[in-house]
């Protein structure tokens, strides 16, 4: 009888929750998605393996292209470096591109498919390159200083970088799409799943160690071993799986409608109606500015925005200037207050963001110079086995597999009955940390090339030929770098993606995340220049043409660049400090209303 009764219970349970409409996503057939059918940690973790495996095909990558480009394609070290982090930060730009197409024009779920098809066939490119010797220039050994070895051109670079460039687009796609779609499956208003988002954007990470973890060791293996074509062909397999991964979700996800408006550009109306109408007075009243009637049934599916008092200039975006009642304005000269509001918000977050940038800076060093360090040390773990050196990366992500399930489980718990706050320490706390910490990282990592300097010194060994004739001293010095990065990395990078995702304006949500990737994009692109720079600064006071000039690492200063870069980050810690402590989180109080109603209910 009782068991009967529960079954009866459950049965009017499962009932409520399966009538229960998502409000704002539909499903792929285009009706209103149900909580329990649609989207929720389940489906998200297709997202997340999709993300995985597109970490697998292009980790590797980023890592190993340095030397692609250096051993194979003939490039000098600090244009290697260059090729690279130049690939790395369009990618990061392109994104963003990618984000405004995908809110007005063809949605996330589209978007993502169609990157993931542009990446395969980049990959693809590059692994035929790689495969017949008649489209890149004849093999040669660039650490001899006799050989002259022929750097590739003409039609060739050109496949290669119009391979490159492919990829680039492709993952720019992905990075764009692929981590608000999955924020899509979780209804930010409902508790539980707000929860579930937080912890969704720490499993991210996750996703992407692991599959980072799996393409820096097998994948930099096989680039090693079995020649590059097989390498980029792994990678080509990879991205392949991304495609079928992702698609096979497309009856469970929720899907964001497409909006024909992109809040990006609604943002750069506020600001160009509010120069145009620079020599217009502001009205005492601040009720008197522009916006919909909230009774209208054209407000029904827009939020409303409070008006506040900070960034005053922008309101003049907003001045009625007829009194006529015109049906439509020229949007470009009359913006309402919501618009207005939302553009002060990003300008708000501008400052916090510009703090992040010197933070990739760093990471690019670590992914390019670092990795020439290891080429020069002692890296057998056994008598016959050896790490290849692009895989040292694989110290801070294997690292960051083990942090982030302790951060997320047990640290962020701890905090939240300490503070209350939900995320455990504030977004803006937990960027401040990871900033700290990218400072640490590059002073020990200037002190550690003192150490591997010396020991070259005293062996003779300042000329030895990098892999040949590695240095008595452990690539494990290099982990003590890595490890402190990693820890840096898991602060601010998921930090900032929480951080922009919640305080950015609804519409804006997608193109939020695009925010963190433009940060790093700048990184890298500052990252080139800053090499230059320096080169070109340095140049007249050594003898290997500035501190980070021709291809020995070992008679170069990068001690010296490490240090700055150190410095660099202390200084850019103490702004962020300024700005973080005058920021004001927005108020949440377009939720106030609901909660209301639920009382009443």
């Known amino acids: 009888m009782i068991h009967m009764f529960l079954i009866n219970s459950l049965q009017e349970k499962a009932d409520h929750h399966h009538h229960e409409l998502v409000e704002g996503k539909v499903d792929w057939k285009g009706r209103t998605a149900v909580k329990n059918t649609h989207g929720g940690m389940k489906t998200s973790l297709l997202i997340l393996g999709a993300f995985g495996f597109e970490s697998l095909a292009t980790v590797s990558l980023a890592v ?147 599959g980072g973890s799996i393409s820096l060791t097998f994948g930099v293996w096989i680039q090693d071993n079995k020649g590059w074509d097989w390498g980029f062909g792994f990678g080509t397999i990879a991205m392949f799986l991304v495609l079928v991964t992702f698609a096979l979700g497309l009856p469970m996800y929720r899907l964001h409608p497409v909006k024909k408006t992109s809040a990006i550009i609604e943002v750069i109306q506020v600001y160009v109606a509010a120069i145009r109408n620079r020599k217009l007075q502001l009205p005492e009243d601040p009720t008197e500015l522009y916006e919909l009637n909230k009774d209208k049934e054209a407000a029904i599916d827009s939020e409303f925005q409070p008006h506040s008092d900070i960034f005053r200039c922008l309101d003049k975006a907003a001045i009625q200037t007829s009194t006529g009642d015109s049906e439509t304005p020229n949007p470009w000269k009359l913006c309402r207050v919501t618009q207005v509001e939302n553009a002060k918000i990003i300008l708000g977050m501008v400052p916090i963001f510009c703090c992040t940038i010197i933070m990739t800076l760093c990471l690019a060093q670590l992914q390019t110079f670092s990795i020439q360090q290891g080429l020069t040390m002692d890296r057998s773990l056994t008598k016959s086995f050896k790490i290849p050196p692009a895989s040292l990366p694989i110290i801070p992500i294997g690292f960051l597999l083990i942090v982030v399930p302790v951060y997320d489980r047990i640290f962020v718990p701890f905090t939240r009955k300490i503070t ?55 690539v494990f010095w290099l982990s003590i770098q890595f490890f402190i990065f990693g820890i840096a990395d898991m602060f601010t990078y998921i930090g900032l993606l929480e951080f922009f995702y919640s305080e950015a304006p609804k519409g804006l949500k997608s193109v939020s995340t695009c925010f963190l990737w433009c940060s790093m994009a700048l990184g890298y692109y500052l990252s080139s220049v800053l090499v230059s720079i320096v080169n070109s600064a340095t140049k007249g006071s050594t003898n290997s043409r500035g501190w980070l000039g021709g291809n020995n690492i070992n008679r170069n200063h990068l001690n010296l660049f490490f240090m700055l870069l150190s410095i660099l980050s202390l200084i850019n810690f103490c702004f962020y400090l300024f700005f973080a402590k005058r920021y004001k989180y927005r108020s949440q109080s377009a939720v106030v209303p609901e909660e209301n109603n639920k009382a009443i209910d």
């Open 420 to 474: 209350g706050i939900p995320t455990g320490i504030t977004h803006l706390q937990r960027v401040g940390v990871g900033l700290v910490l990218s400072s640490l990282s590059m002073a020990t990592a200037a002190i550690l090339e003192v150490k591997r300097k010396g020991v070259a010194r005293d062996h003779n060994m300042l000329d030895a030929i990098p892999i040949l004739q590695p240095l008595p001293i452990r």
């Open 64 to 210: 190993n292209l340095v030397t692609y480009f250096n051993g194979v394609m003939h490039f000098e070290l600090a244009d290697a470096a260059n090729e690279l982090t130049n690939y790395m930060g369009t990618s990061f730009i392109l994104s963003i591109l990618v984000a405004v197409l995908a809110d007005t024009y063809i949605g996330r779920f589209k978007a993502v498919l169609i990157s993931g098809t542009v990446e395969l066939l980049g990959l693809a490119l590059l692994a035929i390159q790689a495969h017949y010797p008649k489209l890149k220039p004849p093999l040669c050994n660039m650490f001899d200083p006799t050989s002259h070895c022929k750097k590739i051109e003409g039609g060739d670079a050109a496949i290669l970088f119009i391979a490159l460039y492919l990829i680039a687009m492709g993952a720019a796609g992905i990075k764009a799409a692929l981590p608000s779609h999955g924020a899509d499956q979780f209804d930010d208003k409902d508790p539980q799943e707000a929860r579930h988002m937080s912890s969704f954007f720490n499993y991210l990470l996750l996703a992407l160690c692991f």
